[in-house]
Nanobody
Framework: QVQLVESGGGLVQPGGSLRLSCEASGGIFRLALMAWYRQAPGQQREFVAYIAKTDSTSYADSVKGRFTISRDNAKKTVSLQMNSLRPEDTAVYYC????????WGQGTQVTVSS
């Protein structure tokens, strides 16, 4: 069983930055595809970014050039550096682990508002 714990969310002004982290326990982290998703109120959960075991990455068009995903296999953590934040980035952000199953964290709230 894999457990994921996100941290780093909060309130930030437009144009600001936040760094989210997700720490995994259990599983074989170095083989997992790790991703971030987000869900705004009244909307479906949407893909934000992923990083594969090979360190290849992919981003949603809406965050490309502003967000950067990275991983540290030794620490079993995946991070999401979010710059130039916009009000439309406001959502609960979820960490996702895919290897021998599909696992989710509990989510961390990000609010972008002046």
């Amino acid at each position: 069983q894999v457990q994921l714990v996100e941290s780093g969310g909060g309130l930030v002004q437009p144009g600001g930055s936040l760094r989210l982290s997700c720490e995994a326990s259990g599983g074989i982290f170095r083989l997992a595809l790790m991703a971030w998703y987000r869900q705004a109120p009244g909307q479906q959960r949407e893909f934000v970014a992923y990083i594969a075991k090979t360190d290849s990455t992919s981003y949603a068009d809406s965050v490309k050039g502003r967000f950067t995903i990275s991983r540290d296999n030794a620490k079993k953590t995946v991070s999401l550096q979010m710059n130039s934040l916009r009000p439309e980035d406001t959502a609960v952000y979820y960490c996702n682990y895919r290897f021998n199953g599909n696992f989710w964290g509990q989510g961390t709230q990000v609010t972008v508002s002046s």
